[in-house]
């Protein structure tokens, strides 16, 4: 489980994320959004532990990153974009490495190594140099890097990028096959391939998180409005006019005409309710023939950009003032700490006080008890 709580990074007076939170929970895999710039590779270096956080903290497997970077290391295995490998080693030697770095001891290395090859299908190029491997290849040989050892979660930043589509399937696939066992986070400019391989989709746009859903949810609560494709037989041109007959529609735009004198047109409504019906009678009334009509498909890029396009830049005055505030409140709460400590000490010195008050009190009490013991000792001594 991987959970983000409050995250600021920040370099001098610019934020890379600002205090973000989400959570990623065992056996998820979940697709990591985001325009170029937006946060996505930071947030990433800081769950690895490559780079900390100006603020808040990240638990993985439930330890804190700060506290215990060795043992959260050790539960992570990651691809960074771009494939980095030694060109000078061979696939297996490259594997070796990496598992040698994540500490495996060296008994069960080999055997981890091994199996890590076989599990990515690089049996034909184990021995090859990975500077003379396919770009497909080189994804495979990073990938296995990343997974060697056994890792609970696995980063990979842009798994697919550069590949060719049948490389992109076999990574895919590669990907899917871990599922079961690991919990992954996926960065990837392919929004289909999210919407494919994740359970879950989180989008960060200008260093803030926007949205954590299903990628089904995304695509049916971004969209509010049905558009249609129509291909109509029109010789009249009295198509347009059924705008004024039907109150949902808010547009009707003309995309081609085809060389048999078809039309084809987008109509776009105010409403989530289907009206193809009333479509289909209009057009009936107007001797207006329709050829095709289909709803188009929402998709996770269309809910995406629905999202990130229109969303408010901050300029520096603005992000200054929200760091005064946020310095304000900070000062406030350490303000109102300090108050109560020391309530706490002046409480504890009063306790302390009546405490030894009693004390005294208690032995005096003894000393008279004592005395007066003593007293009747010596008169009933008299008395004998």
Do not use: W
């Amino acid at each position: 489980m991987i959970e983000v709580k409050n995250v600021t990074k920040k370099y001098g007076n610019f934020y890379a994320v600002r205090n973000i939170n989400f959570e990623i929970q065992d056996g998820e895999i979940v697709g990591f959004l985001g325009r170029n710039g937006a946060g996505k590779t930071t947030t990433m270096n800081m769950i690895t532990g490559f780079i900390d956080p100006t603020e808040g903290e990240i638990i993985v497997e439930g330890y804190d990153i700060e506290k215990n970077t060795k043992k959260v290391k050790s539960q992570i295995g990651y691809m960074p974009e771009g494939t980095p490998l030694y060109h000078d080693l061979t696939v297996k030697e490259f594997i070796t490495y990496m598992g040698s770095l994540k500490l495996i001891p060296k008994k069960e290395l080999k055997e981890a190594v091994q199996k890590v090859i076989e599990s990515t299908g690089l049996e034909k190029v184990q021995n090859n140099l990975t500077k003379n491997l396919s770009r497909g290849y080189k994804q495979r040989v990073s990938f296995a890097g990343a997974i060697v050892g056994n890792p609970k979660i696995l980063i990979l930043d842009e798994p697919t990028v550069g590949l060719d589509p049948k490389q992109v399937i076999e990574i895919r696939e590669l990907i899917k096959s871990f599922r079961k066992d690991h919990t992954v986070l996926i960065s990837s400019h392919i929004l289909s391939e999210i919407s494919q391989i994740c359970q879950k989709v989180i989008i960060i746009d200008k260093g803030e998180i926007i949205a954590v859903d299903t990628p089904e949810n995304l695509e049916n609560n971004t969209t509010k409005n049905i558009t249609l494709k129509i291909v109509v037989d029109d010789i009249n041109n009295k198509f347009p006019s059924i705008k004024d007959e039907i109150s949902e529609i808010t547009d009707i735009k003309l995309i081609k005409e085809n060389e048999d004198k078809s039309k084809e047109y987008t109509i776009e409504t105010n409403t989530d309710t289907d009206i193809r019906k009333l479509i289909f009678s209009s057009c009936a009334k107007n001797d207006i023939a329709i050829l095709e009509m289909k709803k188009n498909e929402v998709s996770l890029e269309s809910a995406f950009i629905e999202l990130v396009e229109n969303r408010q830049e901050y300029s520096q005055k603005e992000i200054n003032k929200m760091q005064y505030e946020k310095e304000i409140e900070e000062l406030r709460e350490e303000e109102n700490y300090l108050k109560e400590e020391k309530l706490k000490r002046k409480q504890a010195k009063k306790e302390e006080k009546a405490r030894k008050k009693a004390n005294k009190e208690a032995k005096n009490e003894a000393k008279k008890a004592k005395k007066n013991n003593n007293d009747d000792d010596e008169i009933k001594g008299g008395d004998k």
